[in-house]
């Protein structure tokens, strides 16, 4: 038997198969497979096997095949009376829908079945539609490790997507990414576990707690409570205390270092205090100039010279 597809998408017999279709056969001789009624790339949504309603089949269309016709749904939404219930291996359905075809939105049908993966699984199928009491062929696959499936009728394998950076997801069937705490981060989006440390890491005392938001989104981030000594607090982070200058407090939230003490010479001129490097944690390692090498002492209240018995004069 030989089909011919014309305009509308209806496909016409050359040859009849000599087997009647429904009530109205002296009008419509099809042979009784909704899969011949329309042409490739159409679907019929007629509603029954003597009024054909051809339409473009959507590479998202779902179908179902009855005894008498073929429904296509697009959306969750072209059915009422959803209630979602879990079934097994990660599957959910919603049984005696009323659903509205495409291309026929005012025509209703009734007794419907819609399955789809929950959340933490996906499948390419997406949502899935059977008539009557028919059960789904669906099968639903964890969401890899490094992604994350906060929705159900998800239909890629990337789910609802990669974990931001600075958060994971170790194990697959995950609903929610992990985020990483203590100075720890990712290299990447989409990893299965904290692989870097955040930039300063080695400057801050204490971390405040880091939080992956459900937008697949980051808060706190690499984000200092508070500094060790010879850094200061900059915003979110800590930073070396400048030279000459220092700090000898520890967890501590100052944002300015303290300066290293002056000289006044007996002539009265006023020398600054350095220090060798930056991130000095104590006036002990204050120092006049490089040449003269004189330090300060708690002990005796100002600059002692390197040499015994020796003065330091400006």
């Known amino acids: 038997m030989l089909f011919s597809t014309v305009s509308d998408g209806v496909a016409t017999t050359d040859a009849l198969c000599g087997k009647t279709c429904g009530t109205n056969s002296s009008t419509q001789n099809f042979c009784n497979d909704p899969s011949l009624w329309c042409g490739s790339s159409y679907v019929n949504v007629g509603g029954n096997d003597t009024y054909l309603n051809c339409m473009p089949l959507q590479g998202d269309c779902r179908t179902i095949t009855t005894s008498t016709y073929i429904v296509c749904f697009q959306n969750e939404s072209d059915c009422q009376n959803r209630n979602w219930t879990v079934s097994s291996s990660g599957r959910e359905f919603s049984a005696g ?15 419907y079945n819609m399955w789809r993966c929950g959340p933490g699984y996906y499948n390419t199928k997406g949502t899935e539609f059977t008539a009557g009491s028919s059960s789904s062929s669906i099968t639903c696959n964890l969401c890899p490790a490094g992604t994350f499936g906060a929705t159900s009728g998800l239909s890629t394998s990337t789910c609802s997507g990669k974990c931001a950076k600075g958060s994971y997801t170790s194990t697959a069937g995950q609903t929610a990414c992990t985020a990483c705490q203590n100075g720890t981060t990712t ?13 300063n890491y080695g400057y801050v005392n204490a971390w405040n707690t880091a939080t992956w938001n459900s ?6 981030l690499c984000s200092a409570k508070n ?3 010879g850094m200061r607090k900059s915003s ?11 700090m000898a407090s520890s967890a ?4 300015a270092c303290t300066t290293c003490p002056k000289h006044t010479s007996n002539s009265g001129t006023t020398v600054s205090g350095t220090t060798l490097y ?6 002990t390692e204050c120092y006049l100039t490089a040449n003269s090498g004189a330090t300060w002492s708690d002990t005796t209240g100002e600059y002692d ?10």
């Open 97 to 111: 829908m009323k659903c509205s075809a495409v291309g026929a939105k005012t025509t209703v049908y009734g007794g």
């Open 187 to 199: 290299s990447a989006a989409g990893q299965t576990s904290c692989d870097a440390t955040c930039a």
């Open 215 to 220: 937008g697949n989104t980051m808060t706190n």
């Open 227 to 229: 500094c060790k000594a």
């Open 236 to 246: 979110t982070t800590c930073a070396p205390c400048a030279a000459g200058t220092y």
């Open 252 to 255: 501590h939230t100052n944002t």
């Open 278 to 283: 930056a991130g000095s944690t104590s006036v």
């Open 305 to 314: 010279c390197p040499t015994e018995n020796a003065s330091y004069t400006n």
